[in-house]
């Protein structure tokens, strides 16, 4: 559900954000710059997501996403993204792989399963980017109503396509479990995180980086599909340029229960390094 609560709430839900944009987060050129260069680097976006009309009550999600690269070979970068999630949410959060609907419950706060993914790209100044890798995500959710309990991986992907003013990309992918709590449902779920952004005067920009996702275990409505976005500014902070945004989405198609909209607050400090 969203780049998850676990990309499981989603990067990427992902990774996610596919994860994400945040992460691979591709969603602002300032990681964008890192992403293409051939150099080593490391940025630390992260996301708060608030959101509203869930049957079981509304939910604060922090979304912290180190991203992290290096060359790999002499034509290649390997790509890496991490996401931790923070999650304040009554009861069960509808849309998760071991939590499809919504379970009444009292309010959980904790830190949701740990995902990771690792994306090989060809380094390229060319308009067309892409990469191939894997995720898997570690249950370590504090609560189990945070995650799935389940280890699982699987492939995954990152493809973006640049212009002087326009960024289009996505990244995500599809994964199983393979171990973990025998009581827990199977995982089988897509993610897959969007990324559009609009360069505009005076370092502001337009911004909308869905987080899609698509539960094959669920009973009900697979698909978690939102529809927004915002805007966002650059800004410098000791030479280096730091992206903050401000977005809103509508959750046009969804499981029954879950959240109808949502509102993204989203800081992106790239530090690049190394030659």
């Known amino acids: 559900m969203y780049f998850q609560i676990h990309i499981n709430r989603f990067w990427f839900i992902c990774a996610m954000s596919l994860l994400p944009h945040s992460t691979a987060i591709m969603a602002q050129e300032t990681a964008d710059d890192s992403l293409e260069g051939t150099g080593s680097f490391f940025a630390l976006p ?11 009550g509304d939910a604060s999600i922090l979304r912290i996403m180190p991203l992290y690269g290096f060359p790999a070979f002499k034509t290649w970068k390997l790509i890496n993204v991490d996401l931790v999630t923070i999650a304040d949410a009554p009861g069960g959060v509808p849309g ?21 993914a690792s994306f090989y790209t060809p380094i390229s100044k060319g308009n067309l980017i892409w990469g191939l890798g894997g995720m898997f995500t570690v249950p370590i959710a504090s609560d189990s109503k945070l995650g799935s309990g389940k280890w699982s991986a699987g492939p995954a992907f990152r493809i973006v396509y640049r212009t002087e ?59 978690f599909v939102p529809m927004g976005g915002g805007f966002g500014k650059v800004f410098d902070v000791k030479g280096d340029p730091w992206a903050l945004s401000l977005q809103g989405y509508y959750n046009v198609i969804k499981p029954v229960g879950a959240p109808n909209w949502s509102v993204r607050l989203s800081l992106i400090a790239p530090i690049p390094f190394g030659n």
């Open 46 to 56: 992260i996301e708060l997501d608030v959101d509203s009309g869930a049957a079981n």
């Open 165 to 223: 003013n326009w960024n289009f990309g996505a990244f995500g992918g599809q994964h199983w479990s393979y171990a973990g709590d025998s009581d827990r449902k199977d995982v089988s779920q897509f993610i897959m995180r969007g990324a559009v952004r609009r360069q505009l005067s005076n370092n502001w920009y337009f911004v909308s980086a869905p987080i899609i996702t698509a539960n094959w275990k669920a009973s009900g409505e697979k698909w």
């Open 96 to 116: 998760l792989p071991g939590n499809p609907n919504p379970i009444p419950g009292d309010r959980v706060f904790g830190i949701s399963d740990l995902l990771h």
